[in-house]
Antibody, heavy 124, light 108 residues
Framework: QLQLQESGPGLEKPSETLSLTCTVS??????????WGWIRQPPGKGLEWIGS???????HYSPSLKSRATISVDKSKNQFSLDLTSVTATDTAVYYC????????????????WGQGSLVTVSS | DIVMTQSPATLSLSPGERVTLSCRAS???????LSWFQQKPGQAPRLLIY???TRATGIPARFSGSGSGTDFTLAISSLQPEDFAVYFC?????????FGGGTRVEIK
């Protein structure tokens, strides 16, 4: 059974860089045609897609976060990461890592697997 | 950019009732890329429906999805106590994912 687990600091200061890592178990990031991505949810609000790493190496980002977000992958550790620069209080949210796709390289939004979420608070 | 609008924001219903949730896209979209998710308090969202009408693995038959073009619907034939939750629609357009604002289904 595939499992995803987010890890990272729960508190960041304004203007700093938020960094999170997702560790994947029960499956390999590099061996299958899926999309590995990040979704966030501010407290009491809706879901916002941040970006997704494609099996082909392409990385797709939300237009609204593209200038601040970087997704990277470490296949040797079966992990992928998110860096979000210049954070403010509006970046306070639960951050989820996800696996999307149908295994054939299509349907990035078919988010069948989610991590449990990691709350990141931006505050001085 | 495509905007996904869900209505109503909140529904107050009793167990056993049938419910239909609406999701409207700001322009016509490919239904193959339309998904629905359920989220309970303190939990990650769960994929219910993909391709507008296909139930994900393990999803009970009381959940059904339909629609095309700009209008999509999630129906629950008979609300069970565990179905009280928030429901989100989502669309994937040219590798950009957009979520609707969600509909909360609460106990009346």
């Amino acid at each position: 059974q595939l499992q995803l687990q987010e890890s990272g600091p729960g508190l960041e200061k304004p203007s700093e860089t938020l960094s999170l890592t997702c560790t994947v178990s029960g499956g390999s990031i590099g061996s299958t045609s899926y999309y590995w991505g990040w979704i966030r949810q501010p407290p009491g609000k809706g879901l916002e897609w941040i970006g997704s790493y494609s099996y082909s190496g392409h990385i797709h980002y939300s237009p609204s976060l593209k200038s601040r977000a970087t997704i990277s992958v470490d296949k040797s550790k079966n992990q992928f990461s998110l860096d979000l620069t210049s954070v403010t209080a509006t970046d306070t949210a639960v951050y989820y890592c996800t696996r999307g796709g149908d295994g054939s390289g299509r349907f990035m939004g078919r988010l069948e697997y989610w991590g449990q979420g990691s709350l990141v608070t931006v505050s001085s | 950019d495509i905007v996904m609008t869900q209505s109503p924001a909140t529904l107050s219903l009793s167990p056993g009732e049938r419910v239909t949730l609406s999701c409207r896209a700001s322009q016509s979209v490919d239904s193959s890329y339309l998904s629905w998710f359920q989220q309970k308090p303190g939990q990650a969202p769960r994929l219910l429906i993909y391709g507008a009408s296909t139930r994900a693995t393990g999803i009970p038959a009381r959940f059904s999805g339909s629609g095309s073009g700009t209008d999509f619907t999630l129906a629950i034939s008979s609300l069970q106590p565990e179905d009280f939750a928030v429901y989100f629609c989502q669309h994937d357009e040219n590798f950009v994912l957009t979520f609707g604002g969600g509909t909360r289904v609460e106990i009346k």
